[in-house]
């Protein structure tokens, strides 16, 4: 079978499985579950150091960057101007310039404002980043950031840490159509089975974070999607059966005794 | 030798006037490879720290990645 991997920015991944790393117990437990996942990107947040205790873990003692993507992100940021600080800070740090771009709107629904998302692209694109951006499940608006320079469309499944799943299909089918980026569904997965579908509708990866992280067993919980995008993957390349509003016996019908 | 308050990540701090920014890094303990910086809302190239001196009111930022979504 030939290699199918996942190309974004023009680098070539293994896994379809991007994974957060925020919202776990501990960072040892952060580190196995990457590893458990397969993963080859994670995301991260920029934040100020901790200046009063020093001997304070860092991300970075844990997952080696130089053989998982960082994957910089601008949560929490409300507007152009803070996600453009993050990132250019981000990119200060070690060079990095894929990055993944979340301009929020709203504090209670998380969804993204995406007429500071699309602004904020075209910026980021001009400065040489490499922009993977979370956006809504709206065609449209995932057509103007194709043509502001996006690397990557990422429209939420359902808001953010909500655990509802995929709740628009067909959107993410028609986005699907349009676009010849990577698409990778970004937030609001609660199970393993979630990732198989999005996987399953045409989608190149997906983003997990809370799902793993707040799962009863996480280690658990990160083999499970790691299995359910490898096989959500392999039953769309494997070209699924037309569906039929009747039965369609599966045992010959002749020679019936 | 005069003393100046600066903020650093929001903390209000008390260094040396004309004290340099690589002695503050020095002092904080700071993995200056796995943090960018900012004065005064301005990036600062990290191989320069030592030439950059600190001034009353200045305002350092000090970043690093941590688990985040």
């Known amino acids: ?257 | 030798m005069k003393k100046i308050k600066i903020k650093v990540n929001g903390k209000v701090k008390t260094v040396l006037n004309n004290s340099k920014l690589s002695d503050l890094l020095n002092n904080l303990n700071i993995p200056i490879k796995k943090v960018a910086i900012e004065l005064n809302e301005e990036i600062i190239d990290k191989k320069r720290t030592s030439n950059i001196k600190l001034k009353k009111d200045d305002k350092i930022e000090i970043v690093h990645f941590i688990g985040g979504g």
């Not at chain 1, 057509?143 to 628009?168: C, F, H, Q, T, V």
């Open chain 1, 1 to 257: 079978m030939k290699k199918d991997k996942l190309k974004i920015a023009k680098k070539k991944f293994n896994s379809r499985l991007i994974v957060g790393t925020g919202k776990y117990k501990s960072m040892s437990e952060c580190a196995k579950a990457i590893k458990l996942s397969g993963t080859e990107i994670v995301t991260v947040a920029v934040r100020r150091v901790n200046i009063s205790d020093k001997n304070k873990p860092l991300l970075m003692d844990y997952i080696d960057p130089k053989k998982i993507t960082y994957l910089p992100n601008t949560a929490g940021c409300f507007n152009s101007k803070d996600a453009l600080r993050t990132l250019r800070l981000a990119r200060e740090i070690g060079g990095w310039k894929l990055v993944k771009l979340e301009v929020l709107g709203d504090k209670t629904n998380l969804f993204p404002d995406m007429i500071e998302t699309l602004k904020t692209t075209e910026v980021l694109a001009k400065e040489g980043f490499r922009v993977m951006v979370y956006c809504n499940d709206d065609p449209l608006m995932a057509k103007r950031l194709e043509n502001s320079g996006a690397d990557a469309i990422m429209p939420l499944a359902a808001p953010i840490g909500s655990g509802l799943g995929i709740l628009n299909k067909i959107n993410i089918q028609i986005i699907r159509k349009q676009t010849k980026l990577p698409l990778i569904i970004d937030a609001g997965l609660g199970q393993a089975s979630d990732a198989t579908i999005a996987m399953e509708l045409g989608c190149d990866g997906v983003l997990v974070n809370t799902a793993i992280a707040k799962a009863k067993k996480p280690f658990e919980m990160a083999l499970a999607f790691k299995n359910a995008v490898v096989a959500g993957r392999q039953s769309y390349n494997s070209g699924r059966i037309a569906k039929t509003l009747m039965g369609n016996p599966s045992s010959p019908t002749e020679g019936i005794i």
